[in-house]
């Protein structure tokens, strides 16, 4: 069978014909679809519908993927804005993944077996979700908007899947400056970017431009309840961490030799976080597990991780033009 997923930057938002596709995800799933509504104008000859009139046309939806340190983490580099790379040791490049005011667009392409491509121009990420999980692969999920949708030949001679492995619970070490031992079991991170998908305009059934709005980062986490210590943060109301220069949560997965050409690492920090509710019940004989749901803030601090809410770090065979290619013609 003939399945896939792929994505290449767009030089402007939604060109005729979308662009080249230059980079594969080998995603386990996907839920992109088209979105085509009609408008049916009611009038006083008829009880029913009598014109049916085109409405507008969107494209939307999720690919679940494993964080892999090459292209599925590339995409990240869509959703917050811009990336910036310094080469390593032993052919080893760091990118450092940060949040702008404007998110570059991309067209994706979907084999589906050997029946079609579907090519969808003007894509943009309007979020995406890390789940980190005890004995599982750390998972991603993105969710995607787009304009307009054709169907094409199946690009089977150009499709090439990263083969390097994904990231697992056992590659993970949570850094906790604030000094909690607790224990981490599970841990999500989602980033929202708020895209008006509703913002048409006069003249197209399709949107006209990617407007986003105020970003939104969240999570929740799980952690082994033998210590008061996160539970009284929620109590005080204090920000987490209250210090300056620190991290309240700085979550990385690395695998190989740091310093040797087979090191790879996926890092994500938020500076400062608010705890929303927490939760900590017993039942039974269960084990209790105490329950956090949390919102990123914005931290101005000139430490590590500040003047942002989100910084993600990847390092990985590539360079720059390579993890975060330009426009290909298609």
């Not at 969710?143 to 390097?164: C, H, K, Q, R, W």
């Amino acid at each position: 069978m003939t399945r896939y997923f792929g994505y290449g930057k767009e030089s402007t938002y939604n060109p005729s014909g979308g662009a080249g596709i230059t980079r594969w995800v080998d995603i386990a799933s996907e839920s992109l679809t088209p979105e085509a509504s009609s408008i049916y104008p009611d009038n006083v000859s008829q009880r029913d519908p009598t014109f049916a009139i085109k409405g507008p046309f969107k494209y939307a939806g999720d690919i679940s993927c494993w964080a892999q340190p090459t292209t599925s983490v590339g995409l990240m580099t869509y959703a917050l804005g811009t990336v910036s790379t310094d080469a390593q040791a032993n052919s080893v490049y760091k990118h450092w993944i940060e949040p702008s005011n404007t998110i570059p667009t991309f067209t994706f392409a979907v084999g589906v077996d050997e029946v079609t491509e579907r090519t969808v121009s003007g894509a943009a990420v309007n979020g995406f979700t890390i789940d980190y999980r005890a004995g599982e692969a750390i998972g991603l999920t993105y969710n995607i908007v787009g304009a307009n949708e054709t169907l094409t030949a199946l690009d089977n001679a150009n499709v090439s899947f990263p083969t390097e492995n994904p990231f697992g619970f056992a590659d993970v070490t949570m850094n906790n400056p604030t000094g909690s031992d607790t224990i981490l079991e599970a841990l999500s991170i989602t980033y929202t970017n708020n895209i008006a998908d509703d913002a048409f305009s006069l003249g197209s059934r399709y949107l006209p431009a990617v407007v986003v709005g105020k970003r939104q980062i969240t999570g929740s986490m799980d952690l082994r309840f033998e210590t008061t210590q996160e539970y009284q943060k929620f109590l005080t109301g204090d920000m987490v961490p209250s210090g300056a220069s620190q991290q309240a949560i700085q979550i990385l997965a690395n695998y190989g030799t740091r310093g040797q050409s087979d090191f790879r690492e996926f890092k994500v920090t938020l500076p400062k976080i608010n705890y929303d509710t927490t939760k900590a019940n017993i039942d039974r004989m269960e084990r209790v597990v105490q329950g956090v749901d949390f919102t990123a803030i914005y931290d101005t601090s000139s430490g590590y991780g500040g003047n942002r809410s989100i910084l993600i770090e990847v390092q990985n065979s590539e360079n720059l033009a390579t993890f975060n290619p330009s426009y290909a013609a298609p």
